[in-house]
């Protein structure tokens, strides 16, 4: 069945460019109707969706995040990627990558998440 | 922008019925999406579509939606269904999680 793994940076300066990669394994990221999401949480709280994005290269973000974000599919790689700038000590969480099963848009599978902390 | 309202809290006793509830402005004309987070591990797609369950998931697990409020119903508690449940929409191009309810059996 398909798997998501998150790969990148553990530890962010503030002000830096916050990046991560997705590699999607046992089945094509273009395969079937799917938007590829991340998610993150930060320690103890809840879920926040940070944007999706379809195999055309299709995109939806949150609107909270929108302008510092930026996601985009290597499709030759199986992989999609999470650009978040200027980042805080606010945007440190866990970030996670999940298939997004459309239209009605739900989260199966998801990654196992990577933290990512925002320090000097 | 659209908002969901969960309880922080949930008790239960071994065996016994828990029901989480998520409010939101006419949740009934939305699909709902239940996942179950346990401590140190990515969250779980427990039920899709309002009452849908993914293969693998309990029929223990069920769930409804009507009106203003949603429900996940979880029947014959078990200790190992301890976690964290939030659930989820879509609406007006945006994802939207509700704050998470805090499931304990006792």
């Known amino acids: 069945q398909v798997q998501l793994q998150e790969s990148g940076p553990g530890l962010v300066k503030p002000s830096q460019t916050l990046s991560l990669t997705c590699t999607v394994s046992g089945g094509s990221i273009s395969s079937g109707s799917y938007y590829w999401s991340w998610i993150r949480q930060p320690a103890g709280k809840g879920l926040e969706w940070i944007g999706r994005i379809y195999t055309s290269g299709s995109t939806n973000y949150n609107p909270s995040l929108k302008s510092r974000v930026t996601i985009s599919v290597d499709t030759s790689k199986n992989q999609f990627s999470l650009k978040l700038s200027s980042v805080t000590a606010a945007d440190t969480a866990v970030y996670y990558c999940?298939?997004?099963?459309?239209?009605?848009?739900?989260?199966?599978?998801w990654g196992q998440g990577t933290l990512v902390t925002v320090s000097s | 922008s659209y908002e969901l309202t969960q309880p922080l809290s949930v008790s239960v006793a071994l065996g016994q019925t828990a029901r989480i509830t998520c409010g939101g402005n006419?949740?009934?004309?939305?699909?709902v999406h239940w996942y179950q987070q346990k401590p140190g591990q990515a969250p779980v797609l427990v039920i899709y579509r309002d009452s849908n369950r993914p293969s693998g998931i309990p029929e223990r697990f069920s769930g409804s939606n009507s009106g203003n409020t949603a429900t996940l119903t979880i029947s014959r508690a078990q200790a190992g269904d301890e976690a964290d449940y939030y659930c989820?929409?879509?609406?007006?191009?945006?994802?939207?999680f509700g704050g998470g309810t805090k499931l304990t059996v006792l």
């Open positions: 999940a298939r997004t099963v459309v239209p009605a848009v739900w989260f199966d599978p």
């Open positions: 989820q929409v879509w609406d007006s191009s945006s994802v939207v």
């Open positions: 006419n949740i009934g004309s939305k699909n």
